[in-house]
């Protein structure tokens, strides 16, 4: 029986944050690489909502010929939750910035 169905995982190990030195297990896709982010569900002693971790995957090392990654980690992004996860195209607009006054442009004065 061939193994094309199979579900791989990856050791990987954590960086930074509550899972700092942690190495978990964590499936990879079609490509062989893990997910770019990895989010933690860790839920309210109170009963709350639940607060999300954000880990975001980056190079363990690279290779010294080619320069290419050598297996992958996750490092905790502690700003992670402003994150939209919408896709970010070359072609899209910039998000609003939240500070900016509604109907005028940044560089607006006035006088």
């Known amino acids: 029986m061939s193994e094309t169905g199979a579900v791989k995982s990856e050791e990987t190990p954590f960086v930074g ?22 989010r933690i569900p860790v839920p ?6 639940p607060t999300v971790l954000v880990y975001r995957r980056v190079p363990r090392g690279h290779s010294k010929r080619l320069g290419l990654p050598q297996g992958w980690k996750y490092e905790y992004d502690p ?33």
């Open 44 to 49: 309210d002693a109170a009963g709350g909502p």
């Open 79 to 111: 700003e992670g939750w402003k994150d939209s996860g919408k896709l970010k195209w070359p072609w899209s607009k910039p998000d609003a910035d939240p500070d900016a006054t509604p109907g005028r442009k940044p560089d607006d004065t006035d006088g």
């Open 17 to 38: 944050g509550p899972m700092d030195g942690r190495v978990l297990p964590v499936l990879v896709g079609p490509t062989g690489h893990p997910p770019k982010t990895y």
